[in-house]
């Protein structure tokens, strides 16, 4: 065990950098198929810039919803909550036509995948009326709705816009949900496209503790700091293993440790860890160095120079490692 | 020598105000020039002697140093019209906004502190008081006030001259100054507003001459001359109560020379340029980026004692080893520090004329004296302790080796020197993985250690045998390679016996001179040759590459070698293959018996294995990939059973009876289909190449093994090439409907969608070459954007971890003593020791 203890003094962070950064440039830039959502999901190299750079919205960002252990293993009540859950706005089975002279909206709902939805005309016309405000006479037959509206032209096309708008059913910002079979615990759960946990919270039958999604930002809104570090850690280590790539966790944990450390989801980069340096010196030789020297002089900033880029420029011995050591003369 | 050390404890940065300006001046400069014709400076010129000098043989007029030791000194410019520095003018025009057009206090009520009911973030209060209408302190009305880029502040419709600025500012109290964040010490705001403008020293921008024996001037001066003279022209003019529209003018002239001055690429202001056209690189573009003075000059810099050259192979070295040209080892020199106790091999090293000689020696005056014919008896003489003695580059010497791009830490090593013929560094191939080094022309460079805390930190952490284990995953990064482990394969597979001659030989090239006991035929087995590199007590079992994973597992009878069984440092069964010989094997080594047993694995077993492989005799040509008639008919037939089976796809489609996989369109369902179908197909030729081939086929042998290339290779050149793809896709792109002309229009077929048939022994058709081009153009550009896009994020990466240390209580903080990590890892433990062995 003692054998096994890291140095103190070691240099940890750069080591880790090292070991997420040197494998780079072996990674592929594909994107890979994710089971049950259509879309490609980005993994390799893209997918780590979007976690080091903790975008607030990944390019695929994915929401996993399980259900309470009643129904974790019940593939049928997983597709019901999964159609529910699936978001449908009005122009995904409608299409809406503007007809100006009339001054009315023209919906023609496509009948067939509208059932396949579980939506009736009816439901239509109801949230239509629900969800705007002043609205003229609704007429309807079979698969028409005529909508009709008492404005100007350029205000026509906003309420146009508005009615496509109209959610038919499901949570806002979750597309295409579709149920996927753990193998290893024989457990199905809900993956969907987006996120919106707020909304997903509401959804009866499902398990809030295990409620996930690939957006560490969304995590961090909802569970706290110490659940997106464990996102943050557990995707950053999904991408390396994609990839076959091997990195020991303690890396990943510390990076995922460093980003939020101060207490929030900070980036790696100029706007997050390194702009918030203490040093000016060190922040100058990153990225936009005169921005740095001129608010350090307006504040009269002190560097103290602890850092290790502020004692390479002043060519002093970095204290890590051996350079951390000092005697005392007794 | 003497040495004074002193240590930089912190560096403050604040503003200049016009006082300390004038009060470091060693010179108020006037004349708009440099030299005059007999090529002297100009007295009050801008190269003013007073400033510094930068040809030889003159002497500051300050100081009195010469171009060595003068450090310059500064003159200054007195503007005769405040006028706004660039950068700060935001800054200036957010104070305004913030303070009394007329009283100058902020616009806060007095006694208004930050109580707890209304606690404002600084950014609330800024906002609160950019919008107060009314002074609560004159009840004076204030007008909006809108920062205009560059350097132009509007109040209401009127634009405010630098003039009234300053007195606004000057007017504002300390204690508001605090309140508002700024330091009243450091940075008073008029100090913004420039009325004096120091003149860089000479030296920071020393002309250059050129060929025609023209002088010609830095960037900086050039602009400096510009503002000097309309600096001149505007003082006539006031002198001369010109009228104010031309004042005006001149001085907005002023203001655009000194905004280009400090920045020659801020937003809305046309570059100034030289008579060329080229844009002057003023003071900002000095600092600024990868060539600036920050990134270029402060945190890298050139050093001496360093070599570089190409590097090449060199299997007959120790892997802690460096082999050095001769000419470079005469060159580069080791520092010897003289004491009582080397004083006597000092001066017989002195006394040296060839190879390993002394070049210099330093005296306690600090004084370097270069050793020649003529002065080393003198110098012997007067030879002390306390000197330092330079000696040319020996063998053993440790040196630091390194070659770019230097991703992590074992991009630089510490290597030993051999000092060999030739003209490049001699490397050994066990170490290429971790530099990524290959010799098709790559060079190196090479840090000769100057003071022996260097050496000594550098032997003990540096040295390559400590690098074996990489931190990144804790699995050996430097182990035998390629041409090893085949050897190492042949020598022990089932089977191979040899006679005493011969096993002498694949001893005494590891360097081994013991025999081991030879069984009853008096023949000794390759595995027991092997085992003559293992400790005594080394016992270790694991299941090879080679191991077939079938259900009843007979270990020790395993007829592929697939089963190792190590006792006691006896290699009983099993073969080596890359799995166990450089990775189980070898980090074990390392774990229980420390780096250098490891090294000496390396070192001693790949000596063997290169000459067990040339015992052998192992090669690939052409035979390798030639397949029968027969053979041949059956992967066509595969292959052709796949294009039909794709054709039966596409009528599926077409006829609209093929199932929708779930969130997929038909098209896409039917495109992963036949990607599917075709990838399935070349892969199960695999199965079939293996049993053709045999176990004897180099080509498998290797891939088996895992020493060179993989069974996709093979197909690759046997069978055929399998589907060629552009963005994971097969290829669509090119005319409407087709990709190439070669097809019919809508065809979505195998052929004429980039699946190409032929192998590289057959050649291919030319479509079929153009679809190859297409998927391999592909990678070659995703592997560019990658290089690029990870570089960066490396950097990024770097700069925002490289302060983290492992503090004395094992826990992660940063250089300001922030918490991380509570304990690193949450185990304290290392990752390159932490593997479970």
């Given at each position: 065990m003692v054998k096994k203890l890291i140095d103190s003094g070691e240099a940890v962070g750069i080591v880790a950098a090292q070991s997420l950064g040197e494998p780079g440039t072996q990674m592929t830039m594909r994107t890979f198929h994710y089971a049950g959502v259509a879309e490609q999901v980005p993994t390799g190299l893209p997918r780590l810039i979007e976690l080091v750079d903790a975008r607030r919205e990944p390019a695929q960002p994915l929401t996993d919803i399980y259900l309470i252990p009643r129904y974790v293993k019940d593939k049928k009540k997983n597709e019901e909550v999964a159609i529910a859950l699936e978001h449908v706005s009005l122009s995904d089975v409608c299409t809406v036509t503007e007809n100006f002279v009339r001054k009315e909206l023209r919906i023609k709902v496509d009948l067939k995948f509208a059932q396949s939805k579980g939506i009736t005309v009816k439901n239509i016309i109801s949230m239509l009326r629900l969800q705007l405000d002043k609205i003229g006479k609704i007429k309807s037959k079979r698969d028409q709705i005529l909508l009709h509206v008492d404005t100007t032209y350029a205000k026509l096309r906003k309420i146009t816009l508005k009615v496509k708008a109209v959610s038919l059913k499901g949570v806002k910002g979750l597309n295409r949900a579709t149920v996927v079979h753990s193998e290893k615990t024989g457990e199905y759960f809900i993956r969907a496209g987006g996120f919106n946990m707020h909304d997903v919270k509401k959804v009866d039958d499902l398990d809030y503790g295990r409620l996930y999604s690939n957006n560490v930002r969304e995590i961090e809104k909802h569970f706290g700091i110490e659940a997106a570090r464990n996102a943050m850690l557990k995707e950053i280590k999904q991408v390396m293993d994609l990839q076959g790539l091997l990195v020991d966790v303690r890396h990943l944990m510390l990076i995922s440790d460093a980003m939020c450390a101060r207490g929030s989801v900070e980036p790696v980069g100029r706007h997050g860890l390194s702009g918030r340096k203490s040093s000016v010196l060190a922040r100058a030789a990153f990225e936009e160095t005169v921005k740095h020297l001129v608010n350090a002089s307006i504040e009269g900033q002190e560097d103290p120079l602890n850092g290790v880029t502020e004692n390479i420029i002043i060519g002093q011995t970095v204290k890590l490692g051996t350079g951390k050591v000092r005697l005392v003369m007794r | 020598m003497e040495f004074t050390e002193k240590k930089v404890d912190a560096i403050k940065f604040t503003l200049f105000s016009p006082e300390a300006v004038r009060k470091m001046s060693v010179i108020k400069v006037t004349v708009p020039d440099t030299y005059n014709e007999d090529g002297y400076p100009i007295d009050g010129g801008l190269m003013d002697q007073r400033m510094g000098v930068i040809d030889p043989g003159l002497r500051c007029k300050t100081c009195g140093g010469t171009v060595h030791t003068c450090p310059g000194h500064f003159g200054h410019i007195d503007l005769v019209r405040p006028v706004l520095h660039s950068e700060f003018s935001r800054v200036i025009a957010v104070v305004l906004k913030i303070t009394c057009a007329s009283c100058s206090r902020t616009l806060v009520k007095k006694g208004a502190t930050n109580t707890l009911d209304e606690l404002l973030s600084e950014e609330q209060l800024?906002?609160?008081?950019?919008?107060?209408?009314?002074?609560?302190?004159?009840?004076?009305?204030?007008?909006?006030?809108?920062?205009?880029?560059?350097?132009?502040?509007?109040?209401?419709?009127?634009?405010?001259?630098?003039?009234?600025?300053?007195?606004?500012?000057?007017?504002?109290?300390?204690?508001?100054?605090?309140?508002?964040?700024?330091?009243?010490?450091?940075?008073?705001?008029?100090?913004?507003?420039?009325?004096?403008?120091?003149?860089?020293?000479?030296?920071?921008?020393?002309?250059?001459?050129?060929?025609?024996?023209?002088?010609?001037?830095?960037?900086?001066?050039?602009?400096?001359?510009?503002?000097?003279?309309?600096?001149?022209?505007?003082?006539?003019?006031?002198?001369?109560?010109?009228?104010?529209?031309?004042?005006?003018?001149?001085?907005?002239?002023?203001?655009?020379?000194?905004?280009?001055?400090?920045?020659?690429?801020?937003?809305?202001?046309?570059?100034?340029?030289?008579?060329?056209?080229?844009?002057?690189?003023?003071?900002?573009?000095?600092?600024?980026?990868?060539?600036?003075?920050?990134?270029?000059?402060?945190?890298?810099?050139?050093?001496?004692?360093?070599?570089?050259?190409?590097?090449?192979?060199?299997?007959?070295?120790?892997?802690?080893?460096?082999g050095i040209p001769l000419t470079i080892a005469e060159e580069l020199t080791v520092p010897i520090y003289v004491t009582p106790w080397n004083i006597e091999e000092c001066k017989a090293l002195m006394r040296k004329t060839e190879y390993p000689k002394v070049v210099y020696v330093t005296g306690k005056d600090g004084r370097r004296r270069k050793l020649m014919d003529k002065t080393v008896e003198e110098l012997i003489t007067v030879l002390d302790v306390g000197w330092i003695v330079e000696r040319q580059l020996q063998d053993g010497d440790p040196v630091i080796f390194n070659r770019q791009p230097s991703l992590h830490r074992a991009s630089m090593m510490c290597h030993r020197t051999k000092v060999l013929p030739g003209?490049?560094?001699?490397?050994?191939?066990?170490?290429?993985?971790?530099?990524?080094?290959?010799?098709?022309?790559?060079?190196?460079?090479?840090?000769?250690?100057?003071?022996?805390?260097?050496?000594?930190?550098?032997?003990?952490?540096?040295?390559?045998?400590?690098?074996?284990?990489?931190?990144?995953?804790?699995?050996?990064?430097?182990?035998?390679?390629?041409?090893?482990?085949?050897?190492?394969?042949?020598?022990?597979?089932?089977?191979?016996?040899?006679?005493?001659?011969?096993?002498?030989?694949?001893?005494?090239?590891?360097?081994?001179?013991?025999?081991?006991?030879?069984?009853?035929?008096?023949?000794?087995?390759?595995?027991?040759?092997?085992?003559?590199?293992?400790?005594?007590?080394?016992?270790?079992?694991?299941?090879?590459?080679?191991?077939?994973?079938?259900?009843?597992?007979?270990?020790?009878?395993?007829?592929?070698?697939?089963?190792?069984?190590?006792?006691?440092?006896?290699?009983?069964?099993?073969?080596?293959?890359?799995?166990?010989?450089?990775?189980?094997?070898?980090?074990?080594?390392?774990?229980?018996?420390?780096?250098?047993?490891?090294?000496?694995?390396?070192?001693?077993?790949?000596?063997?294995?290169?000459?067990?492989?040339?015992?052998?005799?192992?090669?690939?040509?052409?035979?390798?990939?030639?397949?029968?008639?027969?053979?041949?008919?059956?992967?066509?037939?595969?292959?052709?059973?796949?294009?039909?089976?794709?054709?039966?796809?596409?009528?599926?489609?077409?006829?609209?009876?093929?199932?929708?996989?779930?969130?997929?369109?038909?098209?896409?369902?039917?495109?992963?289909?036949?990607?599917?179908?075709?990838?399935?197909?070349?892969?199960?030729?695999?199965?079939?190449?293996?049993?053709?081939?045999?176990?004897?086929?180099?080509?498998?042998?290797?891939?088996?093994?895992?020493?060179?290339?993989?069974?996709?290779?093979?197909?690759?050149?046997?069978?055929?090439?399998?589907?060629?793809?552009?963005?994971?896709?097969?290829?669509?792109?090119?005319?409407?409907?087709?990709?190439?002309?070669?097809?019919?229009?809508?065809?979505?077929?195998?052929?004429?969608?980039?699946?190409?048939?032929?192998?590289?022994?057959?050649?291919?058709?030319?479509?079929?070459?153009?679809?190859?081009?297409?998927?391999?153009?592909?990678?070659?550009?995703?592997?560019?954007?990658?290089?690029?896009?990870?570089?960066?994020?490396?950097?990024?990466?770097?700069?925002?971890?490289?302060?983290?240390?492992?503090?004395?209580?094992?826990?992660?903080?940063?250089?300001?003593?922030?918490?991380?990590?509570?304990?690193?890892?949450?185990?304290?433990?290392?990752?390159?020791?932490?593997?479970?062995?």
């Open positions: - | 800024l906002a609160q008081m950019k919008k107060t209408k009314k002074c609560p302190h004159c009840q004076a009305k204030q007008e909006d006030i809108r920062y205009e880029k560059p350097t132009t502040i509007m109040e209401g419709k009127r634009s405010l001259l630098p003039i009234e600025i300053r007195e606004r500012l000057t007017k504002i109290p300390d204690d508001d100054l605090k309140m508002i964040g700024m330091d009243p010490e450091s940075a008073r705001p008029e100090w913004m507003v420039l009325t004096a403008l120091p003149i860089p020293p000479v030296q920071m921008r020393p002309s250059i001459i050129l060929d025609t024996g023209d002088r010609s001037e830095d960037d900086i001066t050039h602009k400096l001359v510009d503002i000097i003279r309309i600096n001149q022209r505007l003082d006539a003019n006031l002198n001369a109560g010109a009228p104010q529209l031309i004042i005006e003018d001149l001085w907005e002239l002023l203001q655009y020379h000194i905004t280009t001055y400090f920045n020659n690429e801020s937003a809305n202001v046309p570059p100034a340029r030289h008579r060329s056209g080229r844009p002057l690189k003023t003071l900002t573009q000095r600092l600024k980026g990868k060539e600036g003075r920050f990134r270029y000059n402060l945190s890298g810099k050139r050093v001496n004692f360093s070599s570089r050259t190409v590097v090449s192979p060199d299997p007959n070295m120790s892997i802690n080893e460096v003209r490049t560094f001699r490397l050994h191939v066990a170490v290429c993985p971790p530099y990524n080094a290959d010799f098709d022309g790559d060079e190196m460079n090479l840090h000769v250690l100057q003071t022996y805390e260097a050496r000594a930190e550098a032997e003990e952490l540096m040295l390559v045998e400590r690098q074996i284990l990489s931190p990144r995953h804790g699995a050996a990064i430097i182990q035998p390679n390629e041409d090893h482990v085949s050897g190492a394969y042949l020598l022990t597979r089932k089977g191979e016996k040899f006679t005493k001659d011969e096993a002498s030989r694949f001893l005494g090239a590891a360097g081994i001179y013991e025999m081991p006991e030879p069984d009853k035929s008096g023949m000794y087995t390759g595995k027991k040759i092997f085992s003559m590199l293992l400790p005594k007590d080394f016992s270790i079992e694991y299941k090879t590459r080679l191991c077939r994973e079938v259900s009843d597992c007979t270990k020790e009878k395993c007829p592929y070698d697939g089963y190792v069984i190590i006792k006691n440092g006896v290699l009983e069964h099993g073969a080596m293959e890359k799995k166990g010989y450089s990775g189980t094997i070898l980090e074990k080594l390392f774990n229980d018996y420390g780096p250098e047993t490891a090294r000496a694995f390396i070192d001693q077993s790949t000596k063997m294995a290169v000459y067990s492989v040339t015992h052998f005799g192992f090669s690939v040509g052409i035979e390798n990939y030639h397949l029968d008639k027969k053979t041949a008919d059956v992967i066509d037939g595969l292959r052709d059973k796949a294009v039909k089976e794709v054709e039966g796809l596409i009528v599926k489609y077409k006829g609209k009876t093929l199932s929708r996989s779930p969130g997929k369109t038909l098209k896409e369902t039917l495109e992963e289909q036949i990607m599917m179908v075709l990838s399935h197909s070349r892969d199960s030729t695999g199965t079939i190449l293996k049993d053709y081939f045999g176990q004897d086929n180099t080509s498998i042998v290797m891939a088996n093994i895992g020493s060179r290339g993989s069974i996709l290779n093979v197909i690759q050149m046997s069978a055929f090439l399998g589907q060629q793809a552009v963005r994971s896709k097969r290829i669509r792109r090119g005319y409407k409907g087709r990709v190439l002309p070669h097809f019919k229009s809508m065809d979505v077929g195998a052929y004429a969608k980039g699946f190409v048939g032929s192998s590289f022994m057959k050649g291919l058709t030319p479509s079929e070459y153009f679809f190859h081009a297409a998927g391999g153009r592909e990678s070659l550009v995703n592997t560019a954007i990658r290089t690029a896009r990870s570089g960066y994020m490396q950097r990024r990466l770097i700069n925002a971890l490289q302060d983290l240390y492992v503090d004395y209580d094992r826990s992660v903080r940063d250089s300001d003593g922030n918490l991380v990590q509570i304990r690193y890892g949450g185990d304290m433990k290392d990752p390159m020791r932490a593997k479970k062995v």
